[in-house]
Every structure is written in C-alpha cells, then in structure tokens.
C-alpha cells in the first residue's frame, strides 16, 4: 500500500501592512485565547512578561505597551474608549446578524424555485412583496478547460486522498471489529451468568429505579416495607463481563440470630449459626444467598425486638443488640445479632448437647414463625380488602417470642407440677399405699397432621396449633373406689387471660358435697388443692379400711372421719374418757400420722368440747421416716400403725 503523502493545495499568505479591523482582531483572540471572556488584563500582561523572558518583544513593542499603562490613562478617557469598544462589538453583531439574514433571503428564493412551499417559511414578509417567488434561478456554468498536466495533478491528489481515506477507514473498522468483539465476549459472559442466576431460582426483573439495569429479588416480598425494599440488589456488569451484584443496603457479611443459654453469667449452650457465608471466590449465587439470609436474620431480630417491648410485663427486656427472657430464677435466655466471622473465631465452652439442641430448637422455632407470618401476611394481601378509610391500618407485631415464652413457662409449670406428684406419691407409697398411676399427657394437640395433607399444609397447621394455648393434661385415680382427678394446665400469651391456669376437677363420692375448684391461676394453689383432695382420699381409705377384732362377740371396729377437711379421725369408745383421736397431715414431703386420747367430744363441732387427755401423750409416725424414727419404724406401713393404735386403745 502506497504511503500516505501531503501537498500544500493553500497559497502562502501574504503579509498585509494594513492593520486588522476589529472583527479579524476578535477572531484571532477566539483562535489564541479560546472564548472571550476569558481574556483579561492580568493575563495579558502575564504573557507579556512570559514573552520578555523569552526575547520575543522588541524595544519599541515594549516601550508602545508602556506607553499604554492604565495607572497613566484618565479614567474618563478609559470609559470612552470601553463604550466605543462596546458599541464597535455590538455594531459588528449586528452587521453579522444582516448578513446572515440577507445570505438565508437568497438562499430562500433562490430555492423557491424548485421548493416554494418549504422555502415560503423562511423569507421574510418585505422579500415576499419585493420580488415574486421564484423569480431567482440557477444554473450550471461550464468553465474553462483544464490543462492535461492540472488534471493529472488533481487526480493524483484525488488518489492519494482517496487511499488515506481508506486507510484509516480500514484501522477504524478494524479497531470497531476488536472491540465488537470484545463486547460480544463480554455481553455473552454476562448474560450467561445472569441466567445461571435465573435458573437457580431467584427472580431478575428490571430495577425499578435504574431502567437500564438488572436487578436480582433476593428478599422477602411479604416482609415489612423496611426489609422489603432492601431485598433488591443490581446486577451490573464489569469490564471483562462478570457480573457484579451492587452492595447497595446490602448486609456486608454474613449474620444471623443467635440463641443463648445462660446460667448466672455462664454460657450454658449456644445456637449454631443459621445462614450460609460466601466467599469472594465463591460464585455470584452463594452471595445472592448469604445475603437473603443476612436480610432475614437482620428482619427477624428486628420483629423481635418490637415484640419484647410489649412483653415487658412477662420480664422480657431488650437492651441495644440483646434480648433477655427469664426461664429459671438463675436461668435466662439471650437473643441478639452477630456475624459469623466473629463467633467462629470465639471459643464456645459449652457442657451439655442437651442445651444445645434447646438452644437450636428456639433458634429454628422463632424462624420458622417469622416464616409463617409471611404467610400470613400473603393470605390476607390475597384477600378482599377492607374499606378505604382515612387512617392506616397499624402493623401488629409478630407472634415470635410469644409461643416460644409460653412454652418455656408451660413446660416449667409442667415439669414443676409432674415432680410434686412424684414426690407426693413416692409419700404415699412409703407409708404403704398403693395409690393407682397418674398419667401425664405433654401437648396432645401438637401430634403431626395426617400424612396425607400435603407437606406445606402439614407445617402451616402445626404452626397454627402451636400458636394456640398450650395445653397438658394429669390424671389418676385416686384410693377411694370411683374417685379419680383430672389437671388441666393451660398457658396462652397472646389473648387474655395471660399467663398458666390450672383447671382441676376430680371426683369423690365420699365427698360428694365437695365442688371442684375449678380454674386456678397459681402452682401453689394447684398443688394445695391436689393436696387436699389426696388428703381426704387417705382419709376415706383409713375410714374404710375394717379393724381386726379384738375378743369374740365384740363387734367390728373402723376410724371414723369426723372432720375429714382437716384430717382428723376418731376411734369411739364406751367410756367417754377413753375416745382416741387421729391427726393426719399430708405434705408434699412426707406424711405424718399422730393420735391422741380426748374426752367429752360431741363429733360435731371442734374446739369447745374436747377436751384432750393431758396425762395420756401423743403418738406420731411419720412417712417417709426419718433418721431419728428409722429404728422404731423399720417396715411399718400406715395400716399397720392404725391396727397398732387401735389394739393399744384397746388394752387401756
């Protein structure tokens, strides 16, 4: 390929003596200085003293420019020249402005000719009464023939022209081809990671915002508006073609609610982190994950945190980063939000697996609430809406630490409740008794639905029923035939009454006046009352149980209950001196059984006739026995201590 080659076609300037009017002037300063008004005097005078230390100024210029200071031109003189100044520019743009004019007016009618309705528009109103339209015409003159050396001449121009042209035409597609490659790379490497995005699952749509890029929905849509509009992140491109998912409100790192059980100011058990970490190596997917969860960790701790201040009067308290739920008098439950890069990197001294899987059972439970609130939140947005009115509908808190609360009570009452019965009947049993087995049912309501509901359904009702009060039920059969007694433990957070009930109903025959306590609202109460009822059915059993007889002919002997509310029983006698009474009283602990010789006592009232033996001392057996009393009864059951007292009454 021929190189390319130059010819100056411009002939040399000639130097003109006469001096530059005041358009060229202007000009000149446009070309040198740029635009006009950036040229000042400071600047003028700065390149003059530039162009001395260069040499460029001769003497005489520089005597002219001296001659020129301002401090030596009065300043009346100095205006008159700035307004001639002004009125030579404002002269020259309107002599511009008329030639301008006049050159659109030729050109105008030169055109009507051959397009009079498109050059109408542009003339004037004075042109169009001076001369017609199309009055003024064109034409192709031929000129003068050119001699065969000029046409070689300009051909050869032509040609050289014309391969320069071609020449940078061809870099120019050249270079045009490498970057439309390079674009075509990048664009496909982009848009194939965006539909491995695609096909994981997550939704890209348009942003909102930005309508020339991508955004990728990793967040929750039925979440509150706050953590709503944070679950949008842009995926943008970068310059090899990778896709960049745009942090924006994104959670930097990966974080996630964690579950501790304390004892004193001792860590007992701590939760396993939840969510998922990312690296920067990791693909785009894993970090569109990280942040989802982030996202729903943050949002959790936040409903949290609302709900705790509505159940400060269950003892909830929240503190910055930190949520408090008593469980025990020395026990606690804490809550807050810390990344997984600085858990990991502290030591967990934890002594039970047992607390760890609490701590992970709460952990997944208050998730899987938050969850189902979702859901919740999406049913009613499915629904009719209600009326338009003028206020807002407020936005309730979730249900979160609610059940959560109410299990860790019930189940404490529960627990607390089943050990009292243990020791009671383990009382019982020592003092020789063989009470029937009370049952204990923990949440009858939680079993699994059918199988045959479909897998979501099964969740969404086993959340409801554990969102309902919670409910355990006792039962047992008591001593006394057709006598049994049944505790229902209920405890509901969310709708009044607050709290744990105990509703307790038995059945007695031998008391049949005696009502049912019905609803109580404290564990002391409850255990008092079972107390009292197994009273009177040890009661009732001593009532029942027939004495040996003594001698022949004598008739059959029983303890009678004459005050059976306050365990007493009496063993009559033919001599009023002689008539034996019996103390019983039942603890939770142990059982004690004392007797009693009394006189004068009517059987009906307590207090003003009897009169107790004052020489005749008490008997008392205590069940459990104790370590003073072991040796005396060593393998004496209650019936036997009965049959005892009776035989000793007997012989006085």
């Not at 096909?199 to 039925?222: M, N, S, T």
Request: net charge negative.
């Amino acid at each position: 390929m021929v190189d390319s080659f130059t010819l100056p076609l411009r002939p040399p300037p000639e130097q003109d003596e006469r001096p530059d009017t005041l358009p060229i002037e202007i000009a000149q300063i446009n070309d040198q200085w740029g635009s006009f008004r950036e040229v000042n005097e400071d600047v003028l005078r700065a390149e003059i003293a530039d162009r001395e230390k260069a040499g460029d100024i001769s003497p005489e210029e520089n005597e002219d420019i001296d001659r020129q200071d301002p401090a030596d031109i009065d300043v009346t003189e100095r205006r008159e020249q700035l307004y001639k100044r002004r009125l030579e520019i404002t002269q020259f743009a309107a002599k511009a402005h008329q030639e301008t004019m006049l050159a659109l007016e030729f050109v105008s009618l030169l055109l009507s000719k051959h397009t009079p309705r498109q050059a109408e528009t542009s003339i004037s109103p004075f042109l169009k009464q001076l001369a017609p339209l199309g009055s003024l015409d064109s034409d192709v003159v031929n000129t003068a023939p050119k001699s065969e050396a000029i046409l070689k001449d300009i051909s050869a121009v032509s040609r050289g022209w014309r391969m320069q042209s071609f020449n940078a035409v061809s870099n120019k597609l050249l270079n045009a081809a490498t970057r439309l490659n390079r674009e075509i790379d990048s664009e496909t490497k982009y848009w194939n990671e965006v539909l491995a995005v695609k096909d994981k699952g997550w939704k890209v749509c348009r942003h909102p915002r930005v309508r020339q890029a991508l955004a990728v929905q990793y967040g929750f849509i039925e979440a509150t508006p706050a953590f709503r509009d944070r679950g949008l992140a842009s995926l943008r491109r970068a310059n090899d073609g990778s896709l960049v998912l745009d942090q924006g409100l994104m959670p930097m790192g990966a974080r996630y609610v964690r579950v501790q059980i304390k004892h004193g100011e001792q860590v007992y058990a701590s939760s396993k982190p939840g969510g998922s970490t990312a690296k920067e190596s990791d693909p785009i997917e894993a970090r569109i994950l990280q942040a989802r969860d982030s996202l729903f960790e943050e949002e959790l701790f936040y409903e949290m945190v609302r709900e705790a201040r509505a159940l400060a009067s269950c003892g909830v308290t929240s503190r910055q980063n930190l949520i408090r739920i008593p469980v025990a008098d020395d026990t606690e439950i804490t809550l807050d939000l810390v990344d997984v890069d600085s858990t990991a990197s502290q030591s967990q001294d934890v002594s039970s697996p047992v607390g760890i899987s609490i701590a992970d059972g709460l952990a997944h439970a208050v998730r899987i609430l938050l969850c189902f609130a979702h859901r919740q939140n999406l049913r009613r947005r499915t629904q009719i809406p209600r009326p338009v009115t003028t206020s807002r509908p407020p936005i309730p808190e979730y249900h979160l630490l609610r059940p959560v609360l109410a299990y860790l009570q019930h189940m404490a009452n529960f627990r607390s409740l089943e050990s009292f019965f243990s020791e009671i009947y383990s009382v019982l049993r020592s003092a020789g008794l063989n009470p029937p087995q009370w049952r204990s049912q923990t949440c009858p309501g939680w079993s699994l639905p059918s199988p045959s509901i479909r897998s979501a359904d099964n969740l969404e009702t086993l959340v409801e029923r554990f969102l309902r009060p919670i409910e355990s039920v006792l039962t047992g059969d008591l001593l006394t035939s057709q006598g049994s007694f049944t505790i229902t433990i209920r405890t509901n957070l969310s709708a009044a009454p607050l709290g744990t009930t105990y509703d307790v109903a038995f059945q007695l025959p031998v008391a049949s006046e005696l009502q049912s306590p019905g609803r109580l609202g404290l564990r002391e109460e409850a255990e008092a009352a079972i107390t009292h009822l197994l009273l009177l059915d040890v009661v009732s059993a001593i009532a029942a149980s027939p004495l040996p007889v003594t001698s022949e002919g004598s008739k059959q002997r029983t303890w009678t209950a004459v005050y059976p509310h306050l365990g007493e029983l009496l063993l009559p006698h033919t001599n009023p001196e002689k008539h034996k009474k019996m103390k019983v009283t039942l603890t939770r602990h142990e059982m004690a059984l004392a007797t009693y010789l009394v006189r004068s006592i009517d059987g009906v009232g307590r207090g003003v006739q009897e009169l107790r033996m004052q020489h005749a001392g008490a008997h008392v057996c205590k069940f459990p026995p104790s370590a003073e009393s072991n040796v005396h009864q060593k393998g004496r059951s209650l019936m036997d201590f009965i049959v005892e007292e009776a035989r000793h009454e007997t012989r006085l």
